[in-house]
């Protein structure tokens, strides 16, 4: 008896926010958080890729920042092959950066872009240069068996049952 | 009993297990420091020292530049980044108006490599701030 109480406790105690919790299927399931930062040069060109794709994985933005000369215009696209030519779609409509603008999004956790899984990433700077960086995270995600994985591209696996969320304490 | 037993702790193996595979945290805040702004390129000052095994997160970080203030962030060894010297940003060349705010303490946005020092390039004019990070 006295051990089924503590069995009941740890229970309670360690393991409680891993079943306990369901979301709704809309969620996310999870947060991305920074994994990898770069550098953006910011030289004027053409769609350039900046992010290679990973296929099964996805890129998901989660800070950027752009100092431009003013005027500056800016794109985002994803897509794959060279440059992204391939299948590419915009991400960010290209915008014009006028004097005394700063560009800059997100804190480096929560995604700003999702993109679709093996896509690249992509910049068009025209006109003037817009320097700065770009964080993000990849990752994998999917289901085996009803149950729900994500791969991160430190190589480890959360495994999570089905409609239920893993809580990271 | 005893079955019991064996199950629980075998249950509470696999709990240990998943929590040791986690790999996403979230950088909080640890240390603030000032950035006085002053002209040091081509040398780069450095802002927060790194240390063997660990690496530097940048959670938050703003500059209100004067203009023509050009501004870059480096990681490396070594007296002012110098050694395996990267950058972190291209090179900022601020006009007029332009401040650059990032982060709000809770997340990075810079992830440096292990042992790497974080450093500034601040040229032409000055461009005076503070930056936040978190080193584990």
Same mark, same amino acid.
């Given at each position: 008896?006295?051990?089924?109480?503590?069995?009941?406790?740890?229970?309670?105690?360690?393991?409680?926010?891993?079943?306990?919790?369901?979301?709704?299927?809309? *969620?996310?399931?999870?947060?991305?958080?920074?994994?990898?930062?770069?550098?953006?040069?910011?030289?004027?060109?053409?769609?350039? *890729?900046?992010?290679? +794709?990973?296929?099964?994985?996805?890129? /998901?933005?989660?800070?950027?920042?752009?100092?431009?000369?003013?005027?500056?215009?800016?794109?985002?696209?994803?897509?794959?092959?060279?440059?992204?030519?391939?299948?590419?779609?915009?991400?960010?409509?290209?915008?014009?950066? +006028?004097?005394?603008?700063?560009?800059?999004?997100?804190?480096?956790?929560?995604? *700003?872009?999702?993109?679709?899984?093996?896509?690249?990433?992509?910049?068009?700077?025209?006109?003037?240069?817009?320097?700065?960086?770009?964080? /993000?995270?990849?990752?994998?995600? +999917?289901?085996?068996? +009803?149950?729900?994985?994500?791969?991160?591209?430190?190589?480890?696996?959360?495994?999570?049952?089905?409609?239920?969320?893993?809580?990271?304490? | 009993?005893?079955?019991?037993?064996?199950?629980? =702790?075998? =249950?509470?193996?696999?709990?240990?297990?998943?929590?040791?595979?986690?790999?996403?945290?979230?950088?909080?805040?640890?240390?603030?420091?000032?950035?006085?702004?002053?002209?040091?390129?081509?040398?780069?000052?450095?802002?927060?020292?790194?240390?063997?095994?660990?690496?530097?997160?940048?959670?938050?970080?703003?500059?209100?530049?004067?203009?023509?203030?050009?501004?870059?962030?480096?990681?490396?060894?070594?007296?002012?980044?110098?050694?395996?010297?990267?950058?972190?940003?291209?090179?900022?060349?601020?006009?007029?108006?332009?401040?650059?705010?990032?982060?709000?303490?809770?997340?990075?946005?810079?992830?440096?490599?292990?042992?790497?020092?974080?450093?500034?390039?601040?040229?032409?004019?000055?461009?005076?701030?503070?930056?936040?990070?978190?080193?584990?």
């Amino acid at each position: 008896m006295r051990f089924s109480k503590a069995l009941a406790l740890a229970l309670a105690l360690c393991c409680g926010p891993v079943w306990a919790q369901k979301i709704p299927s809309s *969620q996310a399931r999870e947060v991305p958080a920074t994994t990898n930062s770069i550098p953006i040069a910011g030289t004027v060109a053409t769609q350039t *890729q900046i992010i290679a +794709g990973v296929p099964g994985q996805s890129i /998901y933005v989660t800070s950027v920042d752009l100092v431009p000369a003013p005027t500056s215009t800016i794109q985002f696209v994803q897509g794959t092959g060279t440059n992204c030519l391939t299948g590419g779609s915009v991400i960010h409509a290209a915008t014009d950066l +006028g004097p005394g603008t700063v560009f800059s999004k997100g804190g480096g956790w929560g995604a *700003q872009w999702t993109l679709a899984p093996g896509n690249s990433l992509c910049i068009t700077i025209q006109t003037n240069p817009a320097p700065g960086s770009l964080a /993000y995270s990849l990752v994998g995600a +999917g289901s085996v068996g +009803g149950t729900s994985f994500i791969l991160s591209n430190t190589g480890s696996v959360l495994l999570v049952a089905a409609g239920s969320r893993f809580l990271i304490q | 009993m005893k079955k019991l037993s064996i199950a629980f =702790f075998l =249950f509470l193996g696999l709990i240990s297990t998943a929590k040791a595979q986690q790999s996403v945290v979230i950088p909080a805040t640890m240390f603030s420091v000032p950035i006085t702004g002053a002209i040091n390129s081509p040398n780069d000052l450095v802002l927060a020292s790194g240390q063997v095994g660990k690496s530097i997160y940048v959670t938050a970080v703003d500059l209100v530049p004067a203009a023509t203030a050009a501004v870059q962030f480096t990681q490396g060894t070594g007296a002012n980044c110098s050694t395996g010297k990267t950058t972190l940003t291209g090179s900022m060349v601020f006009s007029a108006g332009q401040t650059y705010m990032k982060g709000d303490g809770f997340g990075t946005f810079w992830v440096l490599l292990p042992g790497n020092s974080l450093c500034i390039s601040i040229g032409t004019a000055l461009a005076p701030g503070s930056l936040a990070y978190a080193i584990f």
